[in-house]
């Protein structure tokens, strides 16, 4: 596939959260895929991951709400996990290794994996560790970079 952006539970938790360190960054990455009319897909574990923190750990039933209403409205195309994903997922997961690189992560990298996604708009730089792209960083490096002008030098 191409253009396929993986949205997951940590950027949705970002986007419903104000007071989320990434908010704003997330805010923006969010209108850059919305600007490049990216293929943006949501894994089910992703969406139920960001459901279960929304809720259990921010407290938070009005974000949980909308989350919800977003996915039954289809705005977030949920994405199925294969079996088969599942199984490349257990490869990729270490259970004796950070216990902030979970199950749900590798699930994700292994469907980016699987999809030849392009990005995956997440904050966890573990993406990064598995050979995978974090969407903020993708967009930086397709935001052209300003030239000096004649006699000034390169910030």
Known sequence: MNNVRLVIADALIA???KVDANHEK???VLQTLITTQANVLFPLTA???ALAAIRRKFNNPEAASHVIEQV???NFLAQTIEKKTFFHALTLFNPHGSKQNT???AVVAALAKELHA???FSFDEWYKK???TL???LFVAETPQEEPEDGQEAA
């Open 15 to 17: 986007l419903s959260s």
């Open 26 to 28: 997330a805010k923006h």
């Open 47 to 49: 969406i139920c991951e």
């Open 72 to 74: 039954q409205a289809e």
């Open 103 to 105: 199950i749900f992560d």
């Open 118 to 120: 392009d990005a995956i």
């Open 130 to 132: 598995q050979g995978l």
């Open 135 to 137: 969407a903020s960083d």
